[in-house]
C-alpha cells in the first residue's frame, strides 16, 4: 500500500503519497486518495516524458493545452519554466486549468525536476471548503448562475499569433463534481469575465467577493518542491497560485493534463 502521510484534520485539501510505477490497484487508491484530498504529491519521482503520459494515461485521455505549445514530439507535455529571462510566469494567479473550454481538463500532473533554493511553493485551495463556507442564502443564489470563461484577454498578450483563436465557454458558477457529487465554486480570476445572468456592475462585485473569498487560507495547502516531486490535483475543485519568489533563480518541470468533461450545475443533476 501506498505510505501516506495524511493531512492535519483542519485541512480541506492535500495529501503526499510514495511510490513509483503504481499498479492497478495503487492507482486506484490515488484515485480514491485524489477524489478525498483534492490534489496528492509525490516524491523523488524522475519521470522521463514517456514514463509521465503513461502515468497520465493511467486515469484518462491527455489534454492537448490550446493555449500553450507543447513541448517538441511531446503534445501533450507543456514545459512549465522561469529563470531570470522569463518575461511571463505561468500560474502566477488564482486558477484552475484551462476552463475556457467546454470540457475543461479533469486534473493535473506536475512534475518538477530543478527548484530554487529558495522560494518558488505552490498553493491549493478547496473549491468544496470556499462553497461550504458561504452562507444558505448566497449557495441558492450562485446555484442558479452561469459565467463566462475567456482564453482571449490571457494568451493574445503573450502569444504573437495573430491567426489563432482561444476558446470561450459558458460553465455553471457552482459545479457538481462527477464523481463525489459535492458543489464546488467554479469561477477563477485568471479566465472568467462575467456571469451571464447579472448586469456588467453587479457580476464584477461578486465575481470580486467570489475570487477574494476562494483565497481564503483557511481552504488551502502549500506544497514546497524538492527536485522530482509531483503533484497531481483534480482541476474540477480546486484552484492552484504558483508563488512567483525566486527571481532571478530557475524553476523548471513538465505537465500533463488529463481530459474531463462539461461540467454540471445545480440544476442538472
Keep these: 500500500l501506498l505510505d501516506r502521510q495524511r493531512p492535519a484534520r483542519h485541512h480541506p485539501v492535500g495529501a503526499e503519497e510514495h511510490q513509483p510505477d503504481p499498479p492497478d490497484?495503487?492507482?486506484?487508491?490515488?484515485?480514491d486518495a485524489l477524489m478525498t484530498y483534492q490534489v496528492v504529491f509525490f516524491r523523488d519521482q524522475k519521470f522521463d516524458h514517456e514514463a509521465h503520459k503513461a502515468f497520465g494515461r493511467r486515469f484518462g485521455g491527455l489534454f492537448i493545452h490550446n493555449g500553450v505549445a507543447g513541448i517538441p514530439g511531446h503534445d501533450e507535455i507543456v514545459a512549465i519554466h522561469a529563470d531570470e529571462n522569463s518575461k511571463y510566469v505561468a500560474g502566477d494567479n488564482w486558477h484552475s486549468d484551462l476552463t475556457i473550454n467546454a470540457e475543461p481538463p479533469m486534473g493535473s500532473i506536475l512534475y518538477m525536476h530543478t527548484l530554487p533554493p529558495v522560494g518558488g511553493d505552490t498553493l491549493?485551495?478547496?473549491?468544496?471548503?470556499?462553497?461550504?463556507?458561504l452562507s444558505d442564502q448566497m449557495k441558492a443564489?450562485?446555484?442558479?448562475l452561469t459565467a463566462i470563461h475567456d482564453g482571449e484577454h490571457v494568451y493574445r498578450p503573450i502569444i504573437n499569433d495573430p491567426t489563432k483563436t482561444y476558446p470561450s465557454s459558458v460553465h455553471p458558477v457552482v459545479r457538481v463534481h462527477p464523481v463525489t457529487r459535492r458543489k464546488a465554486i467554479f469561477v477563477n480570476a485568471s479566465y472568467t469575465t462575467r456571469i451571464?445572468?447579472?448586469?456588467?456592475?453587479?457580476?464584477?462585485?461578486?465575481l470580486s467577493f467570489l475570487y477574494a473569498h476562494c483565497q481564503d487560507p483557511n481552504f488551502q495547502c502549500r506544497f514546497k518542491w524538492r527536485p522530482h516531486s509531483v503533484a497531481f490535483w483534480d482541476n474540477r475543485c480546486t484552484q492552484h497560485f504558483a508563488v512567483y519568489d525566486y527571481y532571478p533563480n530557475v524553476r523548471s518541470g513538465f505537465r500533463v493534463t488529463v481530459a474531463g468533461d462539461k461540467p454540471l450545475g445545480v440544476k442538472d443533476v
Design 196 to 206: 451571464v445572468e447579472l448586469p456588467k456592475s453587479e457580476s464584477d462585485a461578486l
Design 141 to 144: 443564489h450562485l446555484d442558479t
Design 124 to 133: 491549493w485551495s478547496s473549491m468544496y471548503a470556499a462553497y461550504d463556507a
Design 25 to 31: 490497484d495503487v492507482i486506484a487508491e490515488i484515485h
